[in-house]
């Protein structure tokens, strides 16, 4: 396990959400029927269900081998439902082949509750639906690829004026000042780029976008970074050893990729 003690820690981190699932071989047996008796295992901690459509699967690979081929099947798509927990901070997603769980800030006063929060949450909530597979004798979770993704928000104001100083947050994507230029302001832009994971276990992939708050309208720079991948032994321990690796790069990428200024004075790095 990555000693998480070593790793870079912020006071006010800009995170938002947390989203940690995998993705597996589709149960076919699952049906919608199923879904209403997992819900009373959850209920008493999340007790709004929601239906929302589902994932498509994205598989990271690093061969020349054929995409994984999802079986063709008589049986209509099943709908991704949401268990959505009572204070709204979590959120448990299930759909045929694939199980994740979100921890989002709703309130201005919530504090993300940090990774080992976070994994132990996911972990907890697999096992209760793992249990249910096993009591309904519906399958077993045959894992495909993991995933862990960090939302993190940075408003105008905080240390960002205009998207102009994107320079100022995102050093490697900055943008020339020059009052000779055609182009002087930005009004919207996005980056995406892409890094691969120790021994081909996996990707990180980073997305810097402007956008605008939903509650307020506030403009700001949604910056999300995704860990996907696998290691080749899919036993449950190199599973947590594969979170543990991916919290590591997310977390070391976050402050590689933005700007020590931003470091000192708007999320108070303390490591």
């Given at each position: 396990?990555?000693?998480?003690?070593?790793?870079?820690?912020?006071?006010?981190?800009?995170?938002?959400?947390?989203?940690c699932?995998?993705?597996f071989?589709?149960?076919?047996?699952?049906?919608?029927?199923?879904?209403?008796?997992?819900?009373?295992?959850?209920k008493?901690?999340?007790?709004?269900c929601?239906?929302?459509?589902?994932?498509?699967?994205?598989?990271?690979?690093?061969?020349?081998?054929?995409?994984?081929?999802?079986e063709?099947?008589?049986?209509?798509?099943?709908?991704?439902?949401?268990?959505?927990?009572r204070?709204?901070n979590?959120?448990?997603?299930?759909?045929?082949?694939?199980?994740?769980?979100?921890?989002?800030?709703?309130?201005?006063?919530?504090?993300?509750?940090?990774?080992?929060?976070v994994?132990?949450?996911?972990?907890?909530?697999?096992a209760?639906?793992?249990?249910?597979?096993?009591?309904?004798?519906?399958?077993?979770?045959?894992?495909?690829?993991?995933e862990?993704?960090?939302?993190?928000?940075?408003?105008k104001?905080?240390?960002?004026?205009?998207?102009?100083?994107?320079?100022?947050?995102?050093?490697?994507?900055?943008?020339?000042?020059?009052?000779s230029?055609?182009?002087?302001?930005?009004?919207?832009?996005t980056?995406?780029?892409?890094f691969?994971?120790?021994?081909?276990?996996?990707?990180?992939?980073?997305?810097?976008?402007?956008?605008?708050?939903?509650?307020?309208?506030?403009?700001?720079?949604?910056?999300?970074?995704?860990?996907?991948?696998?290691?080749?032994?899919?036993?449950?321990?190199?599973?947590?050893?594969?979170?543990?690796?991916?919290?590591?790069?997310i977390?070391?990428?976050?402050?590689?990729?933005?700007?020590?200024?931003?470091?000192?004075?708007?999320?108070?790095?303390t490591?």
């Amino acid at each position: 396990m990555t000693d998480s003690a070593a790793l870079p820690e912020f006071e006010n981190p800009p995170v938002i959400e947390v989203v940690c699932g995998l993705l597996f071989k589709s149960i076919e047996s699952l049906l919608a029927p199923h879904l209403g008796v997992l819900w009373e295992k959850f209920k008493d901690e999340y007790p709004t269900c929601q239906e929302t459509a589902p994932l498509a699967p994205v598989i990271e690979r690093f061969d020349e081998s054929p995409p994984v081929q999802m079986e063709l099947t008589d049986r209509p798509p099943l709908p991704r439902v949401w268990f959505v927990h009572r204070n709204e901070n979590g959120i448990v997603q299930i759909q045929r082949d694939r199980f994740l769980h979100n921890w989002k800030k709703v309130r201005p006063g919530d504090a993300y509750p940090r990774y080992e929060t976070v994994i132990k949450m996911f972990g907890e909530r697999l096992a209760t639906f793992e249990s249910f597979l096993e009591e309904t004798k519906l399958g077993s979770i045959e894992p495909l690829q993991y995933e862990m993704t960090y939302v993190n928000h940075i408003p105008k104001g905080d240390g960002l004026e205009s998207f102009n100083q994107i320079g100022d947050v995102f050093p490697d994507f900055g943008w020339r000042p020059d009052e000779s230029r055609f182009l002087q302001t930005r009004e919207s832009f996005t980056c995406r780029t892409s890094f691969t994971m120790p021994d081909e276990t996996g990707r990180l992939h980073a997305t810097i976008r402007s956008a605008v708050r939903r509650d307020d309208n506030l403009p700001i720079i949604l910056f999300e970074l995704t860990a996907r991948g696998m290691s080749k032994d899919s036993s449950k321990e190199a599973m947590w050893d594969w979170f543990d690796l991916a919290h590591e790069w997310i977390v070391r990428g976050f402050a590689d990729l933005t700007g020590e200024n931003m470091h000192k004075t708007i999320w108070k790095r303390t490591r």
